[in-house]
């Protein structure tokens, strides 16, 4: 059983930055074979895709964060980081952090995450 726990949420002017934590319950010396990824979902809209640490550290973005946010995983913490940079009001959400085991071709799709945490919010005031 995976548990997984986000913090670092809250509200900041836009421009401003906050880093988003998501550390991981798993078995010893297993987090590194985890795919690690972070989903947002706005009021009345459908989940979406931020961003994806693979468990080989190749990182994905999808295209509206890319060049603000990044996305970085300590194994030996078993944590894994969204700093989040240039904030904008679009970005306003809750935050979920989700894992999945070894390779994900599909990392930018929720469905292909077992395992998710209860969210953070993070509210960006214009």
Do not use: H
Not at 6 to 19: D, H
Not at 68 to 78: D, K, L, M, P, V
Not at 97 to 106: G, I, P, Q, V, Y
């Amino acid at each position: 059983q995976v548990q997984l726990v986000e913090s670092g949420g809250g509200l900041v002017q836009a421009g401003g930055s906050l880093r988003l934590s998501c550390a991981a319950s798993v078995r010893t010396n297993s987090f590194s074979t985890y795919t690690m990824g972070w989903f947002r979902q706005a009021p009345g809209k459908d989940r979406e895709f931020v961003a994806a640490v693979s468990w080989r550290n190749t990182a994905y973005y999808t295209d509206s964060v890319k060049g603000r946010f990044t996305i970085s995983r300590e194994n030996a913490e078993n944590t894994v980081y969204l700093q989040m940079n240039s904030l904008k009001p679009e970005d306003t959400a809750v935050y979920y952090c989700a894992a999945e085991r070894f390779k994900l071709d599909t990392y930018n799709r929720g469905d292909s995450y077992n395992y998710w945490g209860q969210g953070t919010q993070v509210t960006v005031s214009s």
